[in-house]
């Protein structure tokens, strides 16, 4: 039986300005942001890690590099630490919207592209930047996980949306910086949120998002 669970919730601030180069920076045991990070890891040891600002690739190649090279090997002689259940998904960072969602009279839809992160449903220079991967030493129940990524802010109970005191978007409606169109596809989470089930002893004990 499973005594105590540690939870824990680290922005590491593993997000390179390219997309790319955080699977080459991890494909070296060699990094030193890489190597601190792990070694806070290794000596917190949490059960269940959510790490923030992680960059996403659809294949989990960063993850699974970071679990090999760095927080399965030993830094400055702490015991490594081996997580083998991990979750990601993609997020909103990096995706383009199509609106001028900064309100500055320009639509950015091109990644990379001077002032893209902006008007991207969440910022991020390209798909996947600022994303975050979740870490467990117990199952993860994955035919349940749910993800709320496209959810509409507007959707929101009670939802407070921005305000536009100088009427930036130019439809003549000082209450919202979004206009009706843009309200129609502008998503609550800038990244993404996450009900994730955490099984424990074969039950659904916890969660973690």
Same mark, same amino acid.
């Given at each position: 039986?499973?005594?105590? +669970?540690?939870?824990?919730?680290?922005?590491?601030?593993?997000?390179?300005?390219?997309?790319?180069?955080?699977?080459?920076?991890?494909?070296?045991?060699?990094?030193?942001?890489?190597?601190?990070?792990?070694?806070? +890891?290794?000596r917190t040891n949490p059960d269940v890690l959510l790490i923030n600002e992680f960059d996403f690739d659809d294949e989990g190649t960063a993850a699974a590099l970071f679990q090999q090279n760095y927080l399965g090997v030993s830094q400055n002689g702490v015991d490594p630490v081996e997580y083998p259940y991990v979750y990601l998904a993609p997020s909103n960072t990096g995706i383009a919207s199509g609106f001028d969602l900064d309100n500055?009279?320009?639509?950015?839809?091109?990644?990379?592209?001077?002032?893209?992160?902006?008007?991207?449903?969440?910022?991020?220079?390209? $798909?996947?930047?600022?994303?975050?991967?979740?870490?467990?030493?117990?199952? +993860?129940?994955?035919?349940?996980?749910?993800?709320?990524?496209?959810?509409?802010?507007?959707?929101? $109970?009670?939802?407070?949306?921005?305000?536009?005191?100088?009427?930036?978007?130019?439809?003549?409606?000082?209450?919202?910086?979004?206009?009706?169109?843009?309200?129609?596809?502008?998503?609550?989470?800038?990244?993404?949120?996450?009900?994730?089930? +955490?099984?424990?002893?074969?039950?659904?004990?916890?969660?973690?998002?």
């Amino acid at each position: 039986m499973a005594g105590e +669970i540690r939870f824990a919730s680290f922005n590491a601030s593993l997000n390179r300005s390219a997309e790319g180069d955080l699977i080459r920076d991890l494909s070296t045991p060699d990094n030193a942001q890489a190597k601190t990070v792990a070694e806070i +890891i290794q000596r917190t040891n949490p059960d269940v890690l959510l790490i923030n600002e992680f960059d996403f690739d659809d294949e989990g190649t960063a993850a699974a590099l970071f679990q090999q090279n760095y927080l399965g090997v030993s830094q400055n002689g702490v015991d490594p630490v081996e997580y083998p259940y991990v979750y990601l998904a993609p997020s909103n960072t990096g995706i383009a919207s199509g609106f001028d969602l900064d309100n500055n009279g320009e639509i950015v839809t091109t990644p990379g592209a001077p002032g893209f992160g902006n008007d991207a449903f969440g910022f991020g220079n390209y $798909p996947g930047q600022f994303a975050m991967v979740l870490y467990s030493k117990y199952p +993860i129940d994955t035919e349940n996980v749910r993800t709320f990524q496209n959810f509409l802010w507007r959707d929101m $109970p009670a939802a407070r949306l921005p305000a536009d005191p100088e009427d930036a978007n130019g439809d003549g409606d000082t209450a919202n910086w979004f206009s009706e169109e843009e309200l129609e596809v502008v998503r609550l989470s800038s990244k993404s949120h996450w009900d994730v089930p +955490i099984l424990v002893d074969g039950e659904n004990r916890s969660r973690a998002g």
